[in-house]
Nanobody, 123 residues
Framework: QVQLVESGGGLAQTGGSLRLSCAAS????????MGWFRQAPGKEREFVAA????????LYADSVKGRFTISRDNSKNMVYLQMSSLKPEDTAVYYC????????????????WGQGTQVTVSS
């Protein structure tokens, strides 16, 4: 099991930027594919971005492509989500997730989840 703690959420203006961080502990972090998901009030949790265990491949939801960047630093057991050109529709709780051979868009592929961090984008 991997323990995950997100940070970096907060309030941003439309067009602004935020960087989310996810600190991992427990099992060997570098073995795990990582993902970011988000859930807005009244909506289902949705995929945002994913990165393979070695950081070679990335995947993005169409809604964030070109605006968000996922990255990882295996030496620090960290994964990041750099968010730019933020829109009010990006407002949600953002979750970090980990899984073995989990690289993809489906929630069910990921085994371990953080508690989430709130991102609010004002118009």
């Amino acid at each position: 099991q991997v323990q995950l703690v997100e940070s970096g959420g907060g309030l941003a203006q439309t067009g602004g930027s935020l960087r989310l961080s996810c600190a991992a502990s427990g099992r060997t972090f570098s073995n795990y594919d990582m993902g970011w998901f988000r859930q807005a009030p009244g909506k289902e949790r949705e995929f945002v971005a994913a990165i393979t265990w070695g950081g070679v491949r990335t995947l993005y939801a169409d809604s964030v492509k070109g605006r968000f960047t996922i990255s990882r630093d295996n030496s620090k057991n960290m994964v990041y989500l750099q968010m730019s050109s933020l829109k009010p529709e990006d407002t949600a709780v953002y979750y970090c997730a980990a899984g073995l051979y989990a690289f993809g868009r489906r929630n069910s592929e990921y085994d371990d989840w953080g508690q989430g961090t709130q991102v609010t984008v004002s118009s």
